[in-house]
């Protein structure tokens, strides 16, 4: 009897705990999930990732933030959500908010049709239109397949799924009316210019600066310091003789003067340089040992294809491996008439400034030449899409349109090219993601070749 009453008594104090509880739950419980709703967080660029607590979203990283939401509301707003998950468009919009050094691609969500503003950045997004129009569909085909065409959806014979091909809904206006050979004008919605990394820049006239850089050496030149003292003596020897009236002499001495001037020309030495040892009394040391504050040579190396930059006068900047941190200025006093066979570079001769004597015969330097190609209509040279036979950029026009366009080149310096032809200061290029436009492009145009002229590939 007695473990009969304990076991009444325990039986007793349960049910007690457990009205107390459903009274406690029924007093702060509230309809319809309505607790949830007010305190769970969402990302306001991916409103589809919520979250019971604070943090930050997996998807950019962005703080989330606590839905606000009126008691009574939440089947309004469920029927909001569903509506907008059923008939919405997704945009990826480049959104110029960043978050810790990072871009953001904000997703704005829209009804067909509805003009879109980026809620982050305030940024427009996309134009209200009317209502999208059906487009009617041509034929289907298979992009692999140039030419080929089916009434209907089906396998092509290489066994790939057939895509359909659109009419135009509207002509394509402000397009030059010649592309590149291969290349047709192409469009693309906001989304693919998202996903491919569409970057652009104008086409700008600017100073430019090419730098060439050559490997050369501190001259070791017993040749052109016995050139350099036969021209001296052979001079000498001229003017004494025609001072002394003795014509048979000054003869002799004029031929060994031209003879040992052609030697030095052949050696590289230009007129003006040839004409300045004509007063030296003594050709140079240096080329033969260096000497604490006299000039050295430098010969470098410079490909066939810089020369028609290189000119005698310009600056040039040397560094020498040995010398970390040191740099020796000179100027080029001349260059080689001939180009070498086996490496297609010519010899240029650079005076450097060495007050410390501290470059030495045959030591390696780097050189840098600057060349001020002065102020040129300039493309960036991640515009250019050099296809071997080809230089094409992408002019962005309105729309999402993009103009493929034949350009001729000049130099390139500072990250840009020179622009000789095919573009004008104003216009926007293209500078990244045109690797995919090239594609894109060139499949456009085989379609249309093949017969389907007037299609928008998507």
């Not at 943090?55 to 990283?61: D, E, F, K, L, T």
């Not at 008691?71 to 997704?90: F, M, N, V, W």
């Not at 009804?111 to 999208?132: L, M, R």
């Amino acid at each position: 009897m007695k473990n009969q009453r304990r076991l009444v008594a325990i039986v007793a104090c349960f049910g007690v705990l457990a009205a107390g509880a459903g009274v406690y739950i029924s007093k702060h419980a509230q309809p319809n999930g309505a607790t949830a709703q007010a305190n769970s967080y969402y990302c306001p660029m991916h409103p589809s990732y919520t979250s019971p607590k604070p943090g930050n979203c997996p998807i950019c990283n962005m703080a989330l933030v606590k839905r606000e939401s009126e008691p009574g509301a939440g089947a309004a707003e469920k029927k909001a959500h569903d509506d907008t998950d059923l008939h919405s468009i997704c945009y990826l919009h480049n959104c110029p908010m960043h978050r810790d050094g990072k871009p953001c691609p904000m997703i704005v969500l829209a009804k067909p049709g509805e003009k879109v503003t980026c809620p982050i950045c305030g940024t427009h997004v996309a134009k209200e239109t009317g209502e999208p129009k059906e487009r009617k569909i041509l034929y289907w085909t298979d992009p692999m397949i140039p030419g080929f065409r089916a009434e209907g959806p089906g396998k092509s014979p290489m066994g790939m799924d057939l895509v359909p091909v659109y009419e135009e809904e509207e002509p394509v206006s402000g397009v030059s009316a010649a592309s590149p050979d291969g290349y047709a004008p192409i469009m693309l919605t906001p989304q693919k210019q998202q996903l491919i990394g569409v970057t652009a820049a104008p086409v700008e006239r600017k100073q430019v600066t090419k730098i060439i850089r050559a490997v050369g050496t501190i001259a070791h030149d017993p040749e052109l310091y016995q050139a350099q003292a036969e021209y001296i003596q052979a001079m000498r020897t001229l003017k004494d003789a025609e001072a002394a009236g003795n014509e048979s002499a000054a003869s002799q001495a004029k031929r060994m003067a031209d003879s040992t001037r052609i030697r030095l020309k052949h050696l590289g030495l230009s007129d003006d340089l040839i004409d300045e040892i004509e007063t030296w009394k003594e050709p140079e040391h240096s080329l033969l040992f260096s000497q604490p504050g006299d000039p050295v040579w430098m010969y470098a190396q410079v490909y066939e294809y810089e020369l028609p930059y290189v000119k005698v006068g310009l600056s040039v900047e040397v560094e020498a491996p040995s010398a970390q941190g040191k740099t020796f200025k000179g100027v080029i006093r001349a260059i080689d008439q001939m180009v070498e066979p086996s490496t297609r570079t010519t010899r240029i001769r650079a005076q450097l400034e060495d007050p410390e004597g501290f470059l030495r015969p045959d030591m390696y330097v780097n050189a840098l030449i600057n060349v001020d190609l002065g102020e040129v209509v300039a493309v960036p040279s991640s515009a250019v899409f050099d296809t071997g036979a080809k230089r094409v950029v992408f002019i962005q026009r309105e729309q999402g349109l993009f103009e493929p366009r034949e350009v001729t080149l000049g130099a390139s310096g500072d990250g840009f090219y020179e622009v000789r032809s095919g573009l004008d200061p104003g216009e926007v290029v293209v500078t990244s993601g045109n690797f995919l436009m090239d594609s894109e492009s060139r499949l456009k145009a085989a379609v249309q070749g093949a017969g389907g002229g007037g299609h928008q590939h998507e």
